[in-house]
Nanobody
C-alpha cells in the first residue's frame, strides 16, 4: 500500500509562484509514475501533470503548459510541482497521484489547497 502526503499549498497573488511537494512511502517510489490533479469548487477533478518513473518523460495539461513543471527526486521519495505565473483559475485542491504508468495513476493523497487571489 502506498501513502502520499502533499504539502506546499497556500494563498498567493496572481502572478506568484508556489511549489507543491508530495512525499511517498509504502513501496518503491522509483517504480511509480507520479502525477498531479486538481479539483476546483463545483468542478470535476482534472489532470495537471505527470512524470514517468525515471523522470525522463513529462506530460502537462494545456492549461498549465509553460507555467508548471513537474519533477521528482527518487532519493527523497518526493515529487514536486513548481507553479509559476499563477492565475485565479488555478485555484483548486491539488492532489498527488501514483501508479504503474502516467495514464494509470490510481493511488491518491489527501490534497493541498492552492488559492490564487486576483
Amino acid at each position: 500500500q502506498v501513502q502520499l502526503v502533499e504539502s506546499g499549498g497556500g494563498l498567493v497573488q496572481a502572478g506568484g509562484s508556489l511549489r507543491l511537494s508530495c512525499a511517498v512511502s509504502g513501496r518503491t517510489f522509483s517504480s511509480y509514475a507520479m502525477g498531479w490533479f486538481r479539483q476546483a469548487p463545483g468542478k470535476e477533478r482534472e489532470f495537471v501533470a505527470a512524470i514517468s518513473w525515471s523522470g525522463g518523460s513529462t506530460y502537462y495539461a494545456d492549461s498549465v503548459k509553460g507555467r508548471f513543471t513537474i519533477s521528482r527526486d527518487n532519493a527523497k521519495n518526493t515529487v514536486y510541482l513548481q507553479m509559476n505565473g499563477l492565475k485565479p483559475e488555478d485555484t483548486a485542491e491539488y492532489y498527488c497521484a501514483a501508479g504503474d504508468s502516467p495514464d494509470g495513476l490510481d493511488a491518491w493523497g489527501q490534497g493541498t489547497l492552492v488559492t490564487v487571489s486576483s
